[in-house]
Structure formats: C-alpha cells, structure tokens
C-alpha cells in the first residue's frame, strides 16, 4: 500500500512565522506535489517535483517555497506566514505517468 | 485554457437515487480524465478514470461518460448510498503532465 505521511494533520500559527510542512512517501516515487484546498475552488497546485533537488512552480506558487533533498521528502515553506495562506494543504507523489496518491492534508491556520 | 468546471458545488441525492456531476474543460490536448472522492479528514483517492478513446468506462454502480467533442465528462453514481457522501473532484492532465482540478462536488446522500 502506497503510504504518503503529511507530519501534522494540523497547525497554528502567527503572522510572520516561518512554517515547514512536511511530507513523506515510502514506495520511491518520481514525483512529488503540494496543492491547497480551499472551498469552492477545489485543488490548486502549489509547486511539484520531479526529482530530487528539482522543483518547478505550480499555479499559485506565490508566497511559498520548496525543498527537496531526499527521495522521499518534500517540504512546504510558508517564508513568512500570512492569514490568506491558512487552507488545507495536501501533499501528493506519483510514478511518472501514474496515479496520484495523497496523504490525509495538513490544515492550516494562520492567526 | 488550462481550466476545468466542475458542476454542481453540492448535490443532495436520496438513497437509491443516481447522482451526476459535471466537468468541462477547453484544453483539447488533455487525454486523461480522473475522478477522486475525498472523504472528511482523508486525503482525495482515485476513484475511476477514462482516456479518450472511449465515450464511456463503468466501474461498480461508478460510470465515466465521456463526450470529445463536446469537452465535457461526467460521473454518474448508480444506487447511491450513504457511504459514497463524499467530496467527488474530476481532474485532466496532457501526456501526463500536471493534473488540473476541477472545483469539487460535496455529494449528501440522504436515507
């Protein structure tokens, strides 16, 4: 079974802090994505990767950054955590041409 | 041109009912269409998904009907239950690429 492992299910924060948000898949995938879920505009993605140390913006990429120095993980940063990025944030990996799988999200808050 | 509308937003069906959701897109380079249902607190998960080289594809009481020319796709759910209440979002990617969501669909089925 493919496991992806989103390390908080959920967070609060304050304006101005620097937030991680962690994700882990354990069946080696390529691929990697952060999206955002937020009501009435279903998943929008974030930035995504194909490779380790690669990253590629997604469609909002605006306020956040990535990393990825393993296989395995992908981080989510938030630089300087603003209230209109509190959401739920899903993390997703995939085999090149293949299935999404996703972890269960990390909801967001920023007061 | 990159967008996918997903109709309706909620959608209330009786036990035993079909259920039906929506999808259009503009991109006729899209060539792969899936469909994942999110339950509450859990990540989205593949459900069914349809290439275009068929105009429908069944899984279950779970049915992809796919119109090219029209660029439209939908998902009828047959005999719907009070366990297929969920989130229901369809989605498209090119040569797969990134898949762009459509808006999501909370699905209510009522006893």
């Known amino acids: 079974d493919v496991k992806v492992t989103q390390s908080s299910r959920y967070l609060v924060k304050r304006t101005g802090e620097k937030v991680f948000l962690e994700c882990v898949q354990d069946m080696d995938h390529e691929n990697m994505f952060w999206y955002r879920q937020d009501p009435g505009l279903g998943l929008r993605l974030i930035y995504f990767?194909?490779?380790?140390?690669?990253?590629e913006k997604g469609d909002i990429p605006e306020g956040y950054s990535v990393s990825r120095e393993k296989k395995e993980r992908f981080s989510l940063i938030l630089e300087s955590a603003s209230t209109n990025q509190t959401s739920m944030y899903l993390c997703?990996?995939?085999?090149?041409?293949?299935?999404?799988?996703f972890g269960a999200g990390t909801r967001l808050s920023v007061l | 041109q990159q967008q996918v509308k997903q109709s309706p937003q909620s959608l209330i069906v009786q036990k035993g009912g079909i259920s039906i959701i929506n999808c259009a897109y503009e991109n006729t380079a899209f060539d792969y269409f899936p469909w994942y249902q999110q339950f509450p607190g859990k990540g989205p998960a593949l459900l069914i998904a349809i290439r275009p080289d068929v105009s429908e594809k069944k899984e279950g009481r779970f049915t992809i009907s796919f119109n090219k020319s029209a660029k439209q796709f939908s998902l009828h759910i047959m005999d719907s239950q009070p366990g297929d209440s969920a989130t229901y979002f369809c989605a498209a990617s090119n040569q797969g690429g990134k898949l762009i969501f459509g808006q999501g669909t909370e699905l209510s089925v009522k006893p």
């Open positions: 990767s194909y490779d380790v140390k690669m990253k």
């Open positions: 997703a990996s995939s085999k090149t041409g293949d299935i999404q799988y």
